[in-house]
């Protein structure tokens, strides 16, 4: 792989320019991870209560299972 070396470099002397930051892009005040903690919670639960619903779901329609714990 070859680069073109006839591209210059920007010099540290030279002013770097200016960041146009607007509300919208800022990072600094848009909510993280931390700040959504309980809806990460509740898709974490859905889905692994999902999971199980359709455990049973593919049980019964497969023709369910002979095995009763409580049955002795």
């Known amino acids: 792989m070859t680069v073109p ?39 974490v639960i859905a889905f692994i209560v999902l999971a199980f619903v359709g455990m049973f779901v593919l049980t019964a329609l497969g023709g369910g299972s002979d095995y009763v714990p409580w049955n002795g």
């Open 5 to 43: 070396v006839d591209h210059s470099r920007p010099s540290s002397e030279e002013p770097e320019p200016a960041a146009d930051h607007t509300a919208e892009d800022d990072y600094s005040t848009k909510p993280g991870i931390e700040d959504r903690r309980l809806l990460l919670a509740a898709v």
